[in-house]
């Protein structure tokens, strides 16, 4: 199984909801990570985690919440969104160090209204 | 400047045709990857380099560690493969940086 699975497809969501990603793997890698993708623009890195710890968060607003359960799962939490937070979200694996081959899942596309 | 340069940010081409994609890069690497993206959707992961030249079916990689330069050939085009394709490296233990895309078009 070379597959990383993220739910929901779509979300769309008001400004005051709480709502929340979800990235799966089962490829056993430990390090999972979170890239937010605007239109006609590549991946940016939002956090990574490195054997279940929070290792890279790239000054993202609070208003985004990573949480890592297990080796497996990866979710986004999200609260208080803006417009602009409007974006495919990209969850990713690999396999051991930080950064090694990337597997992509097929992004959540998020609409703030 | 851009760490990583692709050129060109567009291609449209026939079926059938060989295809090229440049990636330049400024900055000492312990890798670099290709990386595909259709319309709406996720990443696919098509090559990861550090040296030399891999083969998967019609893709073809190449690096050049010493002049800073990569290239994706496509051989005999299919309108299967539009999409952008988008070179991403990675200077040491640091995060990949990535490149603008170039968005591949091939017409039938």
């Known amino acids: 199984d070379t597959e990383v699975t993220q739910t929901p497809k779509h979300l769309v969501m008001g400004m005051t909801n709480k709502k929340s990603l979800k990235c799966e793997q089962h490829?056993?890698?430990?390090?999972m990570y979170w890239y937010k993708q605007k239109a006609k623009k590549p991946p940016e890195l939002m956090f990574v985690?490195?054997?279940?710890?929070?290792?890279i968060n790239e000054s993202v607003p609070s208003r985004f919440s990573p949480e890592c359960p297990n080796s497996s799962l990866l979710n986004l939490h999200l609260h208080a969104l803006q417009p602009e937070d409007s974006a495919l979200y990209l969850c990713?694996?690999?396999?051991?160090?930080?950064?090694?081959?990337?597997?992509f899942g097929p992004g959540t596309r998020l609409t703030v209204t | 400047k851009n760490e990583v340069e692709q050129s060109p940010q567009n291609l449209t081409a026939q079926e059938g045709e060989f295809i090229t994609i440049n990636c330049s890069y400024s900055?000492?690497?312990?890798?670099l990857h290709w990386l595909q993206q259709h319309p709406g959707g996720g990443i696919v992961s098509l090559f990861m380099?550090?040296?030399g030249k891999k083969k998967h079916g019609r893709l073809i990689a190449t690096i050049n560690i010493q002049e800073k330069h990569s290239s994706l050939h496509i051989t005999a085009s299919h309108p299967r493969d539009s999409a952008v394709y988008i070179c991403?490296?990675?200077?040491?233990?640091?995060?990949?940086?990535f490149g603008q895309g170039t968005r591949l078009t091939i017409n039938p």
């Open positions: 490829m056993g890698h430990r390090a």
């Open positions: 380099l550090s040296s």
């Open positions: 991403a490296v990675k200077p040491g233990a640091q995060k990949l940086v």
């Open positions: 900055v000492g690497i312990s890798a």
């Open positions: 990713a694996s690999s396999q051991e160090a930080v950064f090694y081959e990337q597997y």
């Open positions: 985690y490195s054997y279940e710890k929070l290792s």
